[in-house]
Each structure stands twice: as structure tokens, then as C-alpha cells.
């Protein structure tokens, strides 16, 4: 299929030859690749394009538009179609605002247009039919709960199931206040299941996977689900949902831990708030349902977290589809036997815009520490002190980054790993990544996201974020491989890395990625122990 804009977009060249039926071959080549084969999923046909040693799906619909009286409600599977869809190009991305990111990641950004219709999701296999058996890598992406999509190129899949022989996918899904508020108490009997409805379109998009992967050669009984930062958060999510019990069998956390999700009073307050600065009232949620998109999204521009003015968009303990918080005070028993990947970037906050990256003095570095720990002199004195025990020649402007990062993610990681491994059931691994991008004059070092392009075999397609190096190369054949060996069997190792031990709170064994990587017990202890001593001193 092929929507009009597309159409007007080829002009004369698709008027030409449109009657003689080529194309979708004209298509394929403006995609820099050949028509590829034709898959029948459950909905109907799909035709993919061919580049290199994969074959890629773009844009197909896993579920019905969410546009109209299904905004804001359960996603639905789409009205099955005749005929031959040809899936080259991305489909809609989520309604959002603008992401403001960092120019490095910034030029990596999928550029799809965005709109209700969002539920696609993208495919990459080395060749289609039954039988192959490849594990199946089904990547959620960042950008929080309210930004991104499944279409930004580091993610594109061809280089990791061409290497490692593996199905890659990516989703779309809803976002923000289309996916995430919450109506099911505010909106009667009508709006009593709207409730982490994007977390639902990604349920949704499993369920295809399990319905028809196995026709784009991969086995629907081994599905490891990953994602970065809120793709991490969407992944700690799904594994205490009810509804996802089964459909993946594996789960990779990357700088995105989520130990709480959002509690009803607090949804319900976000919601109100955000009505009323549309000039709604708590009972008017169906006027809400016919606002226009744009009126929304101007709704949620301004401060706060990515771009949401501070409104809690994100996925809600409703007792239902989430019945308690991911992490605490426990992992959850519904993903039980499920092993978990997990771990950090060392210096995540270079990632964010406005961070000062160039030297600073002590005063300037205790400030930023205890704006970061929400602390007092006391509690920053602690951290400084065991931040300095464990790297002594640390600079003050690389201590102010690593706690802020540490605040952000690396603690939050220690704590799923460490609820994980009680369990008991099913192991968990634990890693840190420690390589420094020579971008931006080094100043960024090994910010937020930077592990992305390793992971997907992408460093070139990467280089604004990661440089031109040559030492890019092995760490990505390391780092794929490990995540590859993960989704394949459940457990990490990995040629040419050190052995890596399930993690534990005795030995807290943790894979240290970098030119040389290592395997380090309980590494910045001081570090860990001082974060948590401050901590419990504020609960």
C-alpha cells in the first residue's frame, strides 16, 4: 500500500510506470535495495525489500488506528486486507513533541511522520519461512514514555540479524498522554479499561510476534524483549504484567531500570491537571476524545520531563493491568523465570542537554552533587569521600557526572539485579559500560545511549555519537554477540570475553565494557554503599 503523500512525492516516475505495475520495484530501489519476499501474516500479505544478506518489513500494522473513538482505549487488532501490502517504509511514530536531544543523537533520529495510526512495528531476518528457529530480539525504544520511535537508524536491525543469524524488531507504539493517561477512574464505565494503554499496544505487538514471527523465520518460543532508557522502563514494566506472561522469555535492561510505577492518586491528579489546562473538567473525557492531536500535544509542551510540563504520564499501578510496582519491594513472580540482562552507562548525564561538561571547582561540584543526591552537606560529604575512595584521581566534574548518572541509573539497575537474583528463579547479570566517545572533544565520554550502537552492530551508521575509530570494531563484536548469546540461551558469555557470573548480592560480579573488558566483584563498593546510606537517611 502506499499513501498518497508517497505517491505525490514519486510525481511523474510513479505515474509512468504505476499502470505496468512496477512500483513497488521503483519503491525498492529508492530504498536502495530489491523487492523483497512476500510473508502472509494473520492480517494479510506483506512484501519486504531486500538489502544485503536481510530481508527488512517496515511500517506493518500490528494494530487498528487509534485515532477517533479509539483514542485512549485498548488497542485492537487491524481489519485484515487483500492483496500484497508492500512494507518499505517506516510507519507513523506516536503523536510527540519535539525530543530536544543532543546533536550527536540527534542526527540519528527517525524523521517518520507521526500520527494516531502508530501501531507498526519493523522486521529484519535473514531469510522468511518455517523452521529456521532464530531467536527473536524485539527492541522498545527510548525516549521515556513520551517520545522516540522504533525508527531511529542506530536501531535498524539488518547489521545484528545478518551477523548473529537472529530476527530483530522494532516497535512503535502509543506515547504521552495518548498512551499514558490515565482515565480508567476519571472516565466511567466507558474508560474503565484506559489504563497504560501503551503499555498494552506493546502486549499487542507481542502477540503478533507470537502469532506470525515464526513465518519471518524466527521461533515465537524464544523472545528476548530489550530496550534502552525508557525502552528499559518498558521492559522492568512488562515483566510484572500479567497480560505478557509468556510471550518473551528473556529481558535486557539497559540504563532504564524501573523499581516503582506511578500510584493511582498521583495518575489520577496528572490527568486532572493536564484537563484542566485544556480547559476541561474531571467528567468532560469524552470532549478530550474529540481534541484535536495538535491541541494535545500543545497541552504537554513546555518544562518538564521530556517535554510533558511534569505531568505523570507514565505506566500506572492500576491493580489491573499493572498490579504492583515492577521492583518493589520485590521483582515480580509473573516473569519469575525470565532471565534479566541489566546494567548502565558510567557517565549517563552527558547525554542530557544543558549538562556543564568542562572543568568546574569544589564548590561548583559539591553543589551539583547535592542537587543530584537531594541531600544535605552531611550526605554529600559521605558520597564525595567514598567517590574519591574508590577513584583517587577522579576529577571534580567527572565526580558531579558519574553521581548524577549514578542517580539516574546505575542505582536503580543494582537494586532490579539484586531483587532479581532473590528470586531466585532465573539469573541475572549485571554490566557497566565504561567506554569513552572521542565526540565533542571527548567531553561526553560514556554518556546516555552510547551503548546502542554497539549493541546493534550500528557503529557506522552511529559515528556522530560513537566517532571513527578503529577500536569501535571490537568492542561492538563483543558487546552484539553478548546480547545475541543472551537471547539465544539466557546467559551472556560470549567469545573473547572474560566468564561472566550470574550476579549475586555476595559476589555482585559485573561486566565492565570497554577496549578492555573485565569482570569486576563489587566494583565501586564505597560508591554503592554511600549512595545507599544517604538514601535511607531520607526515607
Same mark, same amino acid.
Given at each position: 500500500?502506499?499513501?498518497?503523500?508517497?505517491?505525490?512525492?514519486?510525481?511523474?516516475?510513479?505515474a509512468?510506470?504505476l499502470?505496468g505495475?512496477?512500483?513497488?520495484?521503483?519503491?525498492?530501489?529508492e530504498?536502495?535495495?530489491?523487492?523483497?519476499a512476500?510473508?502472509?501474516?494473520a492480517?494479510?500479505?506483506?512484501?519486504?525489500?531486500?538489502?544485503?544478506?536481510?530481508?527488512?518489513?517496515?511500517?506493518?500494522?500490528?494494530?487498528?488506528?487509534?485515532?477517533?473513538?479509539?483514542?485512549?482505549?485498548?488497542?485492537?487488532?487491524?481489519?485484515?486486507?487483500?492483496?500484497v501490502?508492500?512494507?518499505?517504509?517506516?510507519?507513523?511514530?506516536?503523536?510527540?513533541?519535539?525530543?530536544?536531544?543532543?546533536?550527536?543523537?540527534?542526527?540519528?533520529?527517525?524523521?517518520?511522520? /507521526?500520527?494516531?495510526?502508530?501501531?507498526?512495528?519493523?522486521?529484519?531476518?535473514?531469510?522468511?519461512?518455517?523452521?529456521?528457529?532464530?531467536?527473536?530480539?524485539?527492541?522498545?525504544h527510548?525516549?521515556?514514555?513520551s517520545t522516540?520511535?522504533?525508527?531511529?537508524?542506530?536501531?535498524?536491525?539488518?547489521n545484528?540479524?545478518?551477523?548473529?543469524?537472529?530476527? $530483530?524488531?522494532?516497535v512503535?507504539?502509543r506515547?504521552?498522554?495518548?498512551?499514558?493517561?490515565?482515565?480508567?477512574?476519571?472516565?466511567?464505565?466507558?474508560?474503565?479499561?484506559?489504563?497504560?494503554?501503551?503499555?498494552?499496544?506493546?502486549?499487542?505487538?507481542?502477540?503478533?510476534?507470537?502469532?506470525?514471527?515464526?513465518?519471518?523465520?524466527?521461533?515465537?518460543?524464544?523472545?528476548?524483549?530489550?530496550?534502552?532508557?525508557?525502552?528499559g522502563?518498558?521492559?522492568?514494566?512488562? /515483566?510484572?504484567?500479567?497480560?505478557?506472561?509468556?510471550?518473551?522469555?528473556?529481558?535486557?535492561?539497559?540504563?532504564?531500570a524501573?523499581?516503582?510505577?506511578?500510584?493511582?492518586?498521583?495518575?489520577?491528579?496528572?490527568?486532572?491537571?493536564?484537563?484542566?489546562?485544556?480547559?476541561?473538567?474531571?467528567?468532560?473525557?469524552?470532549?478530550?476524545?474529540?481534541?484535536? /492531536?495538535?491541541?494535545?500535544?500543545?497541552?504537554?509542551?513546555?518544562?518538564?520531563?521530556?517535554?510533558?510540563?511534569?505531568?505523570?504520564?507514565?505506566?500506572?499501578?492500576?491493580?489491573?493491568?499493572?498490579?504492583?510496582?515492577?521492583?518493589?519491594?520485590?521483582a515480580?513472580?509473573?516473569?519469575?523465570?525470565?532471565p534479566?540482562?541489566?546494567?548502565?552507562?558510567?557517565?549517563?548525564?552527558g547525554?542530557?542537554?544543558?549538562?556543564?561538561?568542562?572543568?568546574?571547582?569544589?564548590? $561548583?561540584?559539591?553543589?551539583?552533587?547535592?542537587?543530584?543526591?537531594?541531600?544535605?552537606?552531611?550526605?554529600?560529604?559521605?558520597?564525595?569521600?567514598?567517590?574519591?575512595?574508590?577513584?583517587?584521581?577522579?576529577?571534580?566534574?567527572?565526580?558531579?557526572?558519574?553521581?548524577?548518572?549514578?542517580?539516574? $541509573?546505575?542505582?536503580?539497575?543494582l537494586?532490579e539485579?539484586?531483587?532479581?537474583?532473590?528470586?531466585?528463579?532465573?539469573?541475572?547479570?549485571?554490566?557497566?559500560?565504561?567506554?569513552s566517545?572521542?565526540?565533542?572533544?571527548?567531553?561526553?565520554?560514556?554518556?546516555?545511549?552510547?551503548?546502542i550502537?554497539?549493541?546493534?552492530?550500528?557503529?557506522?551508521?552511529?559515528?556522530?555519537?560513537?566517532?571513527?575509530?578503529?577500536?569501535?570494531?571490537?568492542?561492538?563484536?563483543?558487546?552484539?554477540?553478548?546480547?545475541?548469546?543472551?537471547?539465544?540461551?539466557?546467559?551472556?558469555?560470549?567469545?573473547?570475553?572474560?566468564?561472566?557470573?550470574?550476579?549475586?548480592?555476595?559476589?555482585?560480579?559485573t /561486566?565492565?565494557?570497554?577496549?578492555?573488558?573485565?569482570?569486576?566483584?563489587?566494583?565501586?563498593?564505597?560508591?554503592?554503599?554511600?549512595?545507599?546510606?544517604?538514601?535511607?537517611?531520607?526515607?
Amino acid at each position: 500500500m502506499i499513501d498518497r503523500r508517497t505517491f505525490i512525492g514519486y510525481g511523474t516516475l510513479a505515474a509512468s510506470i504505476l499502470a505496468g505495475g512496477k512500483l513497488a520495484k521503483a519503491l525498492a530501489q529508492e530504498n536502495k535495495g530489491a523487492a523483497g519476499a512476500t510473508v502472509e501474516t494473520a492480517a494479510g500479505k506483506v512484501r519486504g525489500i531486500t538489502q544485503g544478506k536481510v530481508t527488512g518489513f517496515k511500517g506493518i500494522q500490528y494494530g487498528a488506528s487509534t485515532a477517533g473513538n479509539l483514542r485512549f482505549m485498548p488497542p485492537v487488532k487491524p481489519q485484515p486486507w487483500t492483496g500484497v501490502r508492500d512494507t518499505f517504509d517506516l510507519g507513523h511514530r506516536s503523536p510527540q513533541n519535539p525530543s530536544g536531544l543532543i546533536p550527536e543523537v540527534a542526527a540519528v533520529e527517525g524523521t517518520e511522520p /507521526m500520527g494516531e495510526d502508530c501501531l507498526c512495528l519493523n522486521v529484519w531476518t535473514p531469510s522468511v519461512g518455517n523452521g529456521h528457529k532464530r531467536p527473536v530480539m524485539v527492541w522498545l525504544h527510548g525516549g521515556g514514555f513520551s517520545t522516540g520511535s522504533g525508527g531511529f537508524t542506530i536501531y535498524d536491525g539488518g547489521n545484528l540479524a545478518a551477523k548473529h543469524d537472529v530476527v $530483530a524488531l522494532t516497535v512503535n507504539h502509543r506515547l504521552n498522554a495518548f498512551g499514558y493517561l490515565y482515565l480508567a477512574d476519571l472516565g466511567g464505565e466507558k474508560y474503565a479499561n484506559s489504563s497504560n494503554v501503551g503499555m498494552l499496544d506493546i502486549i499487542l505487538a507481542l502477540e503478533w510476534v507470537r502469532d506470525n514471527i515464526s513465518a519471518f523465520g524466527g521461533d515465537p518460543g524464544n523472545v528476548t524483549i530489550f530496550g534502552q532508557s525508557g525502552g528499559g522502563r518498558k521492559v522492568s514494566t512488562l /515483566m510484572a504484567m500479567p497480560s505478557a506472561k509468556g510471550l518473551f522469555h528473556r529481558a535486557i535492561v539497559e540504563s532504564g531500570a524501573s523499581v516503582r510505577g506511578v500510584p493511582r492518586d498521583a495518575a489520577n491528579k496528572s490527568t486532572e491537571a493536564f484537563m484542566t489546562k485544556l480547559g476541561l473538567k474531571s467528567d468532560q473525557v469524552d470532549q478530550l476524545q474529540k481534541q484535536p /492531536m495538535a491541541q494535545i500535544l500543545a497541552g504537554m509542551a513546555g518544562g518538564g520531563p521530556a517535554g510533558n510540563q511534569g505531568f505523570r504520564m507514565e505506566p500506572v499501578v492500576d491493580g489491573r493491568t499493572l498490579p504492583a510496582h515492577p521492583f518493589d519491594p520485590a521483582a515480580s513472580e509473573f516473569s519469575a523465570n525470565v532471565p534479566l540482562l541489566i546494567g548502565s552507562t558510567q557517565t549517563e548525564a552527558g547525554f542530557f542537554p544543558g549538562t556543564p561538561l568542562d572543568p568546574i571547582d569544589e564548590a $561548583a561540584m559539591r553543589t551539583r552533587v547535592k542537587q543530584s543526591l537531594r541531600s544535605d552537606d552531611a550526605g554529600a560529604d559521605r558520597v564525595i569521600a567514598a567517590y574519591r575512595k574508590d577513584q583517587p584521581n577522579i576529577t571534580n566534574i567527572d565526580l558531579a557526572l558519574q553521581v548524577a548518572s549514578d542517580m539516574f $541509573a546505575w542505582n536503580s539497575s543494582l537494586t532490579e539485579a539484586e531483587r532479581k537474583a532473590a528470586l531466585g528463579k532465573a539469573p541475572a547479570y549485571m554490566y557497566y559500560f565504561t567506554w569513552s566517545s572521542p565526540v565533542r572533544q571527548g567531553k561526553l565520554k560514556a554518556f546516555h545511549t552510547l551503548e546502542i550502537p554497539f549493541i546493534f552492530d550500528n557503529v557506522d551508521v552511529g559515528k556522530s555519537m560513537t566517532g571513527s575509530g578503529e577500536d569501535r570494531y571490537a568492542l561492538e563484536d563483543k558487546m552484539s554477540g553478548a546480547w545475541v548469546a543472551f537471547a539465544r540461551t539466557g546467559n551472556p558469555n560470549y567469545k573473547g570475553l572474560p566468564n561472566w557470573p550470574a550476579y549475586n548480592t555476595e559476589r555482585r560480579a559485573t /561486566m565492565f565494557f570497554d577496549n578492555d573488558c573485565k569482570v569486576v566483584n563489587d566494583p565501586r563498593r564505597e560508591a554503592r554503599q554511600a549512595l545507599s546510606s544517604v538514601q535511607l537517611a531520607q526515607t
